[in-house]
């Protein structure tokens, strides 16, 4: 029985990335998006294509709803628990960025609210609520194979980096960072493996807008591997351990960002 994978955010940019990876190794997927239908059902036509390339056959459904409300977060999960009946692998990869870039002076109480529930809150309580699910479904007569579970969160390098003219997002992504230790050590018992992938500077449409000023970073030496992260690389790395290829590691943090992380003299 093919495995599942619920993505949030998963209808464009490193969301469709992880998706498309996930088709390929023959996962079945549940693409969560906010508002953009079109893109979430062509990143679903476009998962089944992937996996029929490489002689897989795989189920894609699209599902709408708001990780920041709760009654977005159990829609998925009675979502999922009815097209599926099961989940192996969720990946909190749902995020917004700040509507106005503002001086770390001037960042707004609203604008702070709403990256924080997005970005923070979100992942937490759906994650609550999909560990649960996954230690029921540890509880029944399921195969091996069945009782492989995954959690795998999307920060970014800006979980330590401080960008003052986004310091609401920063803080966001660093109260994100902490779900991973904290998930880990709470279910490694109950078998259930908890991931971060932490990207670096990845061409996307929330990155569109200073492409300018990271192409000259990246000329200038930012990240030791001299180019633009794609969605493909956080894919591939999701795929990675969706393959269980990391099966006696859990709490990691798997950076995918050219080297940005290095300490270089």
Known sequence: MAPVALITGGSRGIGRGIALALARIGH??????AGNETAARQTATDCVTAAEELGKTICAEICQADIALATGREKLVEFTR??????????????????????LLDVSEASFDRLLAVNARGPFFLTQLIAKWMIEQNRVDASP??????IITITSISAYTASVNRGDYCVSKAALAM??????????ADGILVYEIRPGVIATDMTAGVKEKYDRLIADGLTPIPRWGQPDDVGKAVAAIAQDLLPFSTGEVINVDGGFHLRRL
């Open 179 to 188: 779900l991973t230790p904290l998930f880990a050590a709470r279910l490694a």
């Open 82 to 103: 009815e097209k599926f009946g099961r989940l192996n692998v969720l990946v909190n990869n749902a995020g917004i960025a700040p509507e106005v870039r503002a001086d």
């Open 28 to 33: 079945n997927l549940v693409i969560n998006f």
């Open 145 to 150: 194979s069945d009782r492989r579970f995954k």
